[in-house]
């Protein structure tokens, strides 16, 4: 049997798969609209979702007195403010350190406020750097707080003004909060913060009463708003953890449908990723806690709450106690995330990089590709280099092929002899044929392989440009400045001679850069190398091919069209090399 109908299958699957995207992209979330209209209702006792309960906490009718959750249907009226005013108030301890910038609120202890010094909107230097934690009351707020539940005491809460030894934060030592209950406890926060993005929180309970007093620790990941997300749908954007080793991706709407989501884990951690950024709780690796994913709204605020509960600890009268956990805000580098996982032990932390069911694939891909940037210094080439690489340990086996399609081009000729021959009869065209094939021994089929070993490689490469921040605004040469990014060249701007805003009125599709040119070039080269379908409706398929691909991935990131291009100029080479050994004359 041709193996054309194969091929294409192939072919058309792969246009479904990444078209799909493109022509029918999911819909992004669309956020409640925000409490900064005049006269709404702006927001409630902004911990909600609650501080979590401890396990046989009292009811929820003798929280207020006992530190335990507040209610979660408690106004305030006002309109939210900008981070700026906020910060302004002071009664903040500054972050200063070489990836994060930003302040802890000194009123409920909370880490609210972190910029990423590293990284910017937009390509532009001067543009802004991300943001990525904000102040509750200020719009899309997110934070993370820290606390113990327990019943019959008296709790630091989100109002609760803590007291400081110093003013800064940064990588050269610690921060220590304090607060007296008046009751015989003293509470103290020790808060760390590496070079990087990582936290350490440890909570200290000094018991001067006369009474033991049994305690939870807990923290908890706060947002207020459904972020927008990029919208793709073969990326995961939203609530995640690492449950008993095993990953749980929940969707926003998930979320909003269950209310509540409980789990319990020992080991592993939870909170809220988007493409590149990551806020995670990690509790103790070596202790059992429940863990939550919730859902609530007050007014227009939609909130999302990730948090957890831990093992129970006693404080005896005359004594103290400790719990330590640690969180992680910042930008998902993946390198970044594996060494946490070793020095740490955090149970799978890379999984927070969606790599997808390729993993076993799409992570060693990015390892090489990191690892030929170091020598080179630039991803672009570590592309190309890595394609070289993929081709030689492919070789054989691309050999193989290519020999069998000269074999197959070079019996065209007596194909449609047959064909003519025997075009009123189908089934003796058929069996000619294979005959003919037997007699040469010729393999239709034998050219299908390796283009189904290239879809995972393909398909993981196109997640390790998507998903890891190591390839965002990463450049290569000439006109892409951004591997991640689609080419920014296009026919409406004479390839780039000039620079307007014509995004808005041309259609996606028709949006038609350099690189998705010389792609589809490549591919109409390499059909005329390729022998013909012997169906001449699969013929004229094949024929539009290369445009629909052209079009097809004018959209998609540069590094990955870079390359596909590359890819086809090798095997381009290869073909025609050993073609040209078998004395097969090359085009249509």
Known sequence: MDNRNLI????????????????????????????????????????????PLAPNAMSSSQAGTAGAAPRADAPIVGELQSVEQIVAQGNRVLITSPSLTGSIALQGGRIDDL????????????????RLLSPRGSENAYYAEYGWVGTNVKLPNKDTMWSTDKTVLDANGPVTLSWDNGEGL??????????DFMFTITQQVFNNSAQAVTLNPYGLVTRWGTPQGSGLYILHEGPLGVFDGTLTEVSYSDVVDEGVMNYTTTGGWVGFTDKYWLTALIPDQTQPVSARMLYSKTGLVEKYQSDFVGAQVDVQPGASNQSTTRLFAGAKRVTLLDSYAEKLGVVNFDLAVDFGMFYFLTKPIF???????????????????????IKLVLFPLANKSYVAMSKMKKLQPEIKKLQERFKDDKARLNQEMMALYKKEKANPAAGCLPILIQIPIFFSLYKVLLVT???????????VQDLSAKDPTSIW?????FDWNYIAYIPGPLDIGIWPIIMGFTMWLQQRLNPQPTDPVQAKVFTFLPFIFTFLLASFAAGLVIYWAWNNALSILQQWLIMRRMGVKAGA
């Open 8 to 51: 294409l299958a192939i072919v058309l699957s792969i246009a479904i798969l990444f078209g799909f995207e493109m022509l029918f992209p999911t819909k992004p979330i669309t956020p409640m609209p925000t409490a900064s209209q005049p006269n709404v209702q702006s927001g409630a006792d902004e911990t909600t979702p609650s501080a």
């Open 115 to 130: 910029i990423l010094n590293g990284y910017n909107e937009t390509l532009n230097p001067d543009s802004a750097k991300i």
């Open 186 to 195: 003293t509470f103290k926060r020790i808060i760390e913060l590496d070079k």
């Open 367 to 389: 390892y090489a590709l990191h690892y030929i940037h170091g020598i080179l210094g630039n991803f672009g080439t570590a592309i190309l280099l890595l394609t070289v690489a």
């Open 469 to 479: 921040i190591e390839m965002r605004h990463a450049p290569f040469f000439g006109w």
């Open 493 to 497: 701007n004479l390839f780039g001679l």
